[in-house]
């Protein structure tokens, strides 16, 4: 079974600053697509950044501008920088990789961590 391992979460102030990171153990070569959502208690769980295997990124509207999201190759690791805090970016945040098998029947997955809580106090 392969992992995907968040952390980096914890307990700010609004306006400070975190790096979530996630690595996983599906084959990099395998990996198309690497992203961070969030769920709040009470909310639907939304997308917050994705990474494709060609460098797009995508954020939410709401994240433009202060959320950047990266990766370490090498690692098969990736992070997501949150900077200028708010409450409303409490949550636990999710990894979720996407991978294709680049060969007959070319299977596809999709992994989930267990998420990493973050809280933001005004």
């Known amino acids: 079974q392969e992992e995907v391992v968040e952390s980096g979460g914890g307990s700010v102030q609004a306006g400070e600053s975190l790096t979530l990171s996630c690595t996983t153990s599906v084959t990099a070569l395998w990996i198309y697509e690497m992203a961070w959502y969030r769920q709040a208690p009470g909310t639907q769980r939304e997308m917050v950044a994705n990474l494709s295997r060609t460098d797009t990124t995508n954020y939410l509207d709401a994240v433009k501008g202060r959320f950047t999201i990266s990766r370490n190759n090498a690692a098969n690791t990736v992070y997501l920088q949150m900077n200028d805090l708010t409450p409303e970016d409490t949550g636990t945040y999710y990894c979720?990789?996407?991978?294709?098998?680049?060969?007959?029947?070319?299977?596809?997955?999709?992994?989930w961590g267990q998420g990493t809580r973050v809280t933001v106090s005004s």
């Open positions: 979720n990789v996407q991978s294709l098998i680049p060969r007959p029947p070319f299977q596809t997955a999709s992994y």
